[in-house]
Structure formats: C-alpha cells, structure tokens
C-alpha cells in the first residue's frame, strides 16, 4: 500500500499489487486496514482518496488465494476485522476507479462515501462464474445502493456495467474523462479539507445511519450529531466567519 500526500490534509492510497491487477489477497486488505487506522488518528489528515491503476481498480479477490485455502481465505477473523476497519474508517474516504473494478474490488469501491470513474472504468461481481458468490458484502451493500433489480442481475449474470450506467444506478458520484478519475478526486479532496473536519465526520456518520437503521432512528441520529456540531469550536468559527464576509479557518476543535 503506497502512502503520499499530494495535498495538504489529504492522503493518497495506492494498491500496489499491479502484477495482480490489484487482487485483493489478505495481505493487501490488511495493508489497507492499517493505512485508514492510520489516517485515522491523524489530526492533519481530513480526507483519503484511494486510487488503483490507470488500467485497473481492482480486479476483485485473489482468486489463487481461494483455490489454496478454500472458505477461508475469505472469511477468516483477520480478513473480517481489516473489513471492519475501513468500513468503519470516520473520516472522507473518496475511491478514484479507472478500468476494472470487479468482484471485491467493487465491494471496496462501495465502501467509499465517494466514487469518482473514469470513463472507461466497469463494475462487477463475477463471482458466480467460479461457483461462489460476493462474500464481502456486494449481497447487502450493492442491493441498498442500486437496488434489488440491478444487484440481482450484476450479482446472477457477473455481467460487468459501464460507468455511465453506474453513475446512473447511483453507485458513483461523478464519471469524469477516461484518466481523469484521480485528479477530479483529488479536487472533491481538497474542497473537503475546507470544510470544518468534525463537521464532515458528523455528516458521513448521519447519512451512513440512514442505511444501517429505521428511519426514525436515523433522523434521531441526526438530530444528535448535529447538536453535537454546535459544540465545536469550528461551528463558532464558520457562523461568525460567515457574518463578518471572511473565509472560516478551520482546527477541527
């Protein structure tokens, strides 16, 4: 995994398993997992953007993996916790996607609160071509993102889909040139470090509440993050900076 800072408060993350296509082994996703711990307990660290190859994303589990360990080279309690720890991770994550982007590495991709692709860029869950099916999470999280129709076809066929047809089921924000995905992350990045960071944390928790609860639990969620909001030194910060016509500076406090 491959750490720069091409921005002020802004990490970038590379998968660097290019011989692999970026094959996600249990090696590599730790590596990840330990990046955003990481990043995470950095105060200077606002947003990470997490990037491939120009030619692949990822081109999904390590399949070489799976043939020598069989179940559990998928599911096995470190895999499971490296999972947990970039699902969790609090902060911006954006996911900048050129080429393939198939089988776990759609399921990392749908773990980013942001996709950027390039033009050329495909999804899919192929899976069900090796007799398996999604095992890290495609089954739930790509239903609640694109819906039951898409899922299931993506999920049954291994079909991959475009960008463009992506972008419309709402599984990437913004589809940019063919290699131009990073560069326009990089940019999203950067207008979030603007942004009060507390704030932002706050905000990726309310809206991921929304697919994790009951409506009324996630609108109480909200209501107490932003209470919690107000607390902040930041909040203070941006109301009086909007009253006095200036750029809010923002400590993240």
């Known amino acids: 995994m491959l750490w720069t800072s091409p921005l002020q408060h802004v990490v970038l993350l590379t998968l660097n398993r290019a011989s692999k296509r970026n094959a996600l082994n249990n090696d590599l996703i730790a590596e990840l997992a330990a990046a955003l711990r990481k990043a995470a307990l950095d ?8 990037r491939g190859s ?22 096995n309690s ?8 970039i699902a969790n991770f609090p902060k911006p994550f954006i996911a900048a996607v050129e080429g393939i982007c198939f089988g776990g590495g ?21 899976e069900i071509n090796i007799g398996i099916l999604p095992g890290d999470g495609a089954t739930q999280r790509l239903t609640r993102v694109a819906g039951k129709s ?14 463009r047809a992506a972008h419309q089921a709402g599984l990437v924000a913004e589809v940019t040139a ?3 995905a990073q560069s326009r992350a990089l940019e999203l990045a950067e207008i979030i470090t603007h ?7 706050l905000a990726k928790a309310a809206v991921l509440a929304a697919y994790q609860t009951a409506l009324d639990a996630g ?16 909040q203070q910060e941006g109301m009086n900076a909007f009253f006095e016509k200036r750029s809010p500076t923002y400590r993240g406090t």
């Open 195 to 201: 942004k009060p960071p507390r704030s932002a944390e």
């Open 219 to 234: 609108l109480e969620f909200e209501r107490q993050a932003v209470r919690h909001a107000f607390t902040t030194s930041d």
């Open 150 to 163: 898409l899922a299931m076809l993506m999920i049954l066929t291994g079909e991959p889909i475009c960008a």
């Open 43 to 50: 105060d200077e660290v606002r947003c990470v953007v997490l």
């Open 178 to 180: 063919e290699g131009k």
């Open 78 to 85: 470190a895999r499971r916790s490296a999972w947990r720890d």
């Open 54 to 75: 120009d030619a692949f994303f990822s081109a999904g589990a390590d399949i070489k993996e799976m043939r020598q360990r069989g179940f559990e080279a998928i599911d």
């Open 106 to 126: 759609h399921e990392l991709a749908l773990l980013a609160d942001i996709v950027v692709a390039g033009e050329g860029a495909s999804f899919g869950q192929p």
